[in-house]
């Protein structure tokens, strides 16, 4: 027998789906809900299954969500057009407002919530549920990089040409207008 605390009236989910979960279900969870993620995500093409942890937890007003997840996907680079690898990292804890839009805070409290990055930003509905599947895949599609770049070895932009001046032979014709 053990002699280390046990959380009580948690739930943890070890190999299953992450599936939406009813915030109504979470109030009653004093430890929380934690989650084992070793699966693909729905919209986010990855090489490998997305893996990692999530825990959320019920506060009244605000479902507090802390995970980590990574995976690998295939990028095609915007310069050479090339496929490469690129990990995805995502390390997040999130305040989820539940309930009515939060109060606007005054220009004061504005200006303190910008310093502070445990700021609210996204309001759920009491009634609803919690989806820990997309939360996963909005943390890691954020990192999905703007521009795709292969790395500093990258060959760029192939040449049309057989020649070897670099000179695509579609455009020869514009040379002879050169002076």
């Keep these: 027998m053990s002699n280390s605390p046990q959380p009580?009236?948690?739930?943890?989910?070890v190999g299953e789906r992450l599936r939406p979960v009813p915030l109504s279900d979470l109030r009653h969870l004093e430890a929380g809900r934690h989650w084992q993620i070793d699966q693909t995500i729905e919209g986010l093409a990855s090489l490998t299954p997305v893996r990692g942890q999530l825990h959320a937890n019920h506060r009244g007003?605000?479902?507090?969500?802390v995970g980590k997840a990574e995976t690998i996907v295939t990028l095609c680079c915007d310069r050479c057009l090339q496929h490469f690898n690129h990990p995805l990292r995502a390390s997040n804890?999130?305040?989820?407002?539940?309930?009515?839009p939060a109060p606007i805070p005054s220009d004061s409290m504005a200006m303190e919530c910008e310093a502070d990055d445990s700021?609210?930003?996204?309001?759920?509905?009491?009634?609803?549920n919690f989806d820990p599947e997309?939360?996963?895949f909005e943390q890691l599609n954020l990192l999905l990089p703007i521009v795709n770049h292969c790395g500093k070895d990258c060959p760029g932009p192939a040449t049309w040409s057989s020649d070897g001046d670099g000179i695509d032979s579609r455009w020869s014709a514009l040379q002879d207008l050169n002076p």
């Design 8 to 13: 009580k009236h948690s739930d943890q989910i």
């Design 61 to 65: 007003n605000v479902l507090e969500v």
């Design 93 to 100: 804890q999130e305040l989820l407002w539940i309930g009515e």
């Design 119 to 128: 700021g609210l930003m996204e309001q759920l509905d009491p009634r609803g």
């Design 134 to 136: 997309h939360w996963v």
